[in-house]
């Protein structure tokens, strides 16, 4: 391992401590920094903060719009769809060159949900049915890159011991691939 640069895993910034939430607060996630921490260099990323909302800023969701999901502020109903997808296709272009072995996304976030994310519809209960618009353009660029959502990992050991497992089966065919 001597000379190797360390393993790096994206995460949602919220999870790290970053002041990026709607409410210009974080969701510091230190069970999982503890554990992630021991093995990975971590990467941060705010998809809204990135895309150029403020903090505090006004709520965003996900909602289904003529048949298509869209995700809008909920007070003003200004949708930004085409911002989110349109940085978020260049956010991860830019990803694929910082040698990342994984990734954790921030639970039912509209930006980086990855499963069950809420989409509201013409009534008032949402289903949970979604995937975060950046969730999805990074699932779609990186399909064998290992990605979860921060509370399965806390919740689930074998699921953490599966993922790192797989970091590290990511890292090493990136090597391969590279040599």
Same mark, same amino acid.
Not at 22 to 36: E, I, P, S, T, V
Not at 80 to 97: G, H, K, N, Q, Y
Not at 103 to 110: D, E, G, T, Y
């Given at each position: 391992?001597a000379?190797r640069s360390?393993?790096?895993v994206g995460?949602?910034a919220?999870?790290?401590?970053?002041p990026?939430?709607?409410d210009?607060?974080?969701?510091?996630?230190?069970?999982?920094?503890?554990?992630?921490?021991r093995?990975?260099?971590?990467v941060?990323?705010?998809?809204?903060?990135?895309?150029?909302?403020?903090?505090?800023?006004?709520?965003?969701?996900?909602e289904?719009?003529?048949?298509?999901?869209?995700?809008?502020? $909920?007070?003003? !109903? *200004? +949708?930004?769809? %085409? =911002?989110?997808?349109?940085?978020s296709? @260049?956010?991860?272009?830019?990803?694929?060159r910082?040698?990342?072995?994984g990734?954790?996304?921030?639970k039912?976030s509209?930006?980086?949900?990855?499963?069950?994310?809420?989409?509201?519809?013409d009534?008032d209960?949402?289903?949970p049915?979604?995937?975060?618009?950046?969730?999805q353009?990074?699932h779609?660029?990186?399909?064998?890159l290992?990605?979860?959502?921060?509370?399965?990992l806390?919740?689930? $050991?074998a699921? !953490? *011991? +599966?993922?790192l %497992? =797989?970091?590290y089966?990511?890292?090493? @065919?990136?090597l391969?691939?590279?040599?």
């Amino acid at each position: 391992m001597a000379g190797r640069s360390p393993i790096r895993v994206g995460i949602s910034a919220c999870l790290v401590g970053q002041p990026v939430r709607y409410d210009g607060g974080h969701k510091r996630d230190a069970f999982l920094l503890d554990w992630l921490g021991r093995f990975a260099e971590l990467v941060p990323v705010c998809p809204e903060v990135e895309l150029g909302l403020g903090t505090p800023r006004g709520t965003l969701r996900l909602e289904l719009r003529a048949g298509e999901i869209r995700m809008v502020f $909920a007070q003003t !109903r *200004e +949708d930004i769809t %085409e =911002r989110m997808r349109d940085w978020s296709a @260049r956010r991860v272009e830019r990803l694929a060159r910082e040698g990342l072995s994984g990734f954790v996304l921030k639970k039912s976030s509209p930006s980086c949900g990855l499963h069950q994310v809420k989409v509201h519809g013409d009534t008032d209960a949402p289903t949970p049915s979604g995937r975060g618009l950046f969730a999805q353009a990074l699932h779609e660029r990186f399909r064998a890159l290992p990605i979860e959502e921060e509370g399965s990992l806390q919740e689930d $050991a074998a699921l !953490r *011991e +599966d993922f790192l %497992e =797989r970091v590290y089966a990511y890292r090493e @065919r990136m090597l391969r691939d590279r040599r």
